[in-house]
């Protein structure tokens, strides 16, 4: 009966049936084993994992029953216990595919990428026609950024299996890293093709953002490269269903969609990064240019930069009580309202508040020109090993001795005292409360040099000449074979010109500063 029933899709009343079993054979594995399959299918991961344990007391040599296990601890994100269990049950039965599969997927999020090849070796030689070894070890390749290696092992996965959504997406994911971004755009409508998602007459009319699946959303990245607004800024309201974490928070009031403004209150939603945050706020000005009252909804550490800012009419803290408004809207849907193109960005600087230095900031006179840097973002930021640089590799930079350096960097890296310790900067970041207090400081400054942070956006949002550095496969926002931006029109940008190659990002970095101060 319980066989029955989670056949049948009625997980809880094959829980049931199994139970019931269980009561009247007690010492049968099956049974407990069966159990443990109809809760975890209940998402009922914690019951599940004890009827495993059980199996596997009464037999513990039941692969299948330890794979599973396995996988509940993969839930859990115990990724450590899951990967025991999951040798134990490939040493048990080495000739276990579906074992191997799941330790190739499992190494691979606990960054055990060449154990996650392994893995992934040991399935193509088992089941050489199974898709998923060849998609795994692509999968490894990628997090170790050789996606040149991940290709052919994407491209023979689909040959597999044509219509795996996941394997169009990593594979588009790999191409655009390599820079072959026709191949990837291919393949990201390939994905959203195979996903069910082409939205029919989508050039003909307006499309709600709730008619876009999640599988737009890297398309929506690589059309906003190549510079595709227009259709990059409607995709991009794909991004609710595709991040993770990110909700769109709707109120009473309506989805503002572009209606007039005049004598009306919006109330914007902050989304996203910092550095995201900070970037849109471009388009404040203009919203009161069209006669609205503008209510900001934000984090705590944001706030303080627009304490008192007449382009803001009320500031509200995340979970404060809002006042009354007419419409409301996220930060990053004013792009898609405004039909922005290349061309019409507004790109007036500076556009956010010119703070001055308070008694925390003041630097003084000095005698050099005044350059901060900032070399490293958030370590858990999902591309912060592609945009980080390494602090021994920004030294020949500090040995530039006809400029005071200043350190803005708050996310430092173990060893990264030391090593400033020994260099003329001198350390801002332990004055650093708020993001006003960085904006003080960089009043003072007459270069600000920072990779892709939210310290980049704040310079070129204040209209300080700035110089960013870029990997070679770069942030959407970037662009193309450019050394400028229409973002900010006083910052240049300073791109890899191979991967991985920060040396020669800093190497031309030292002569820009040299021609300039030198």
């Known amino acids: 009966l319980g066989n029955v029933l989670a056949q049948s899709g009625n997980m809880l009343g094959a829980v049931e049936a199994f139970e019931k079993a269980h009561e009247l054979e007690p010492t049968r594995p099956e049974i407990l084993y069966n159990l443990g399959n109809a809760n975890r299918e209940a998402d009922r991961w914690g019951e599940a994992e004890e009827c495993y344990k059980k199996t596997l007391k009464l037999m513990p040599q039941h692969v299948q029953s330890r794979n599973n296990l396995a996988l509940v601890y993969n839930h859990f994100e ?9 040798r134990k049950a490939v040493e048990d039965e080495p000739r276990y595919c579906e074992g191997w599969v799941n330790l190739c ?19 193509r030689t088992l089941e050489p026609q199974n898709p998923k070894g060849w998609f795994g070890i692509g999968v490894a390749y990628s997090r170790m950024e050789q996606n040149a290696k991940a290709l052919p092992y994407y491209i023979e996965a689909l040959r597999l299996k044509p219509d ?23 393949a990201f409508w390939q994905c959203v093709k195979c996903a069910g998602q082409i939205i029919k007459n989508e050039d003909s009319r307006f499309v709600d953002e709730s008619e876009y699946g999640n599988r737009y959303w890297h398309l929506a990245l690589l059309e906003l490269l190549k510079g595709d607004y227009k259709r990059g800024f409607a995709h991009y309201r794909s991004r609710f269903r595709e991040l993770k974490g990110l909700e769109r928070q709707t109120w009473e009031r309506p989805l503002w969609n572009g209606e007039d403004l005049e004598g009306k209150t919006l109330l914007i939603m902050e989304e996203q990064g910092a550095g995201d945050f900070l970037m849109m ?21 944001l706030s303080p930069l627009f304490e008192g800012w007449d382009q803001i009419d009320a500031t509200i803290i995340r979970g404060g009580t809002i006042p009354d408004f007419d419409y409301y809207c996220n930060i990053f849907d004013l792009p898609f309202v405004f039909g922005t193109t290349i ?20 630097l003084g006179e000095t005698e050099k020109p005044k350059v901060a840097v900032v070399w490293a973002g958030a370590p858990l930021h999902k591309q912060d090993a592609r945009r980080s640089i390494p602090l021994t590799t920004m030294l020949p930079l ?29 350390d801002l970041a332990p004055r650093l409360a708020s993001f006003a207090d960085t904006a003080r400081f960089m009043q003072q400054m ?28 770069p942030d959407w926002r970037w662009l193309l074979d450019r050394e400028d931006t229409p973002w900010y029109p006083t910052m240049k940008v300073v791109r890899q010109a191979a991967q991985n190659d920060w040396e020669g990002v800093v190497g031309r970095v030292c002569g820009m500063l040299k021609d300039k101060f030198g």
Do not use: C
């Open 343 to 362: 061309e019409t960005i507004p790109n007036d600087v500076p556009y956010l508040p010119m703070l001055m230095p308070d008694e925390n900031t003041a």
């Open 281 to 301: 706020m471009r388009y404040v000005p203009e919203l009161k240019k069209q006669g609205a009252k503008v209510f900001l909804y934000t984090a705590k550490h």
């Open 446 to 473: 007459d270069l600000i040099i920072s990779v892709d942070t939210s310290t980049a956006h704040m310079a070129g949002g204040l209209g300080k000449e700035s110089w960013v550095l870029i990997p070679l496969a």
């Open 164 to 186: 795996w959504t996941s394997a169009w997406d990593n594979l588009g994911q790999a191409y655009q890293r390599e820079n072959q971004l026709d191949k990837a755009e291919e």
């Open 398 to 426: 500090f040995d530039e001795d006809y400029v005071q350096f200043y350190s803005l960097n708050l996310d430092k890296r173990e060893g990264d005292e030391k090593i400033l310790a020994k260099t003329n900067i001198i």
């Open 78 to 86: 115990k990724y450590s216990e899951a990967i025991a269990e999951l």
């Open 105 to 123: 997927s499992v190494t691979e999020k606990n960054g055990d990428y060449e154990e996650s090849i392994k893995a992934g070796e040991q399935v």
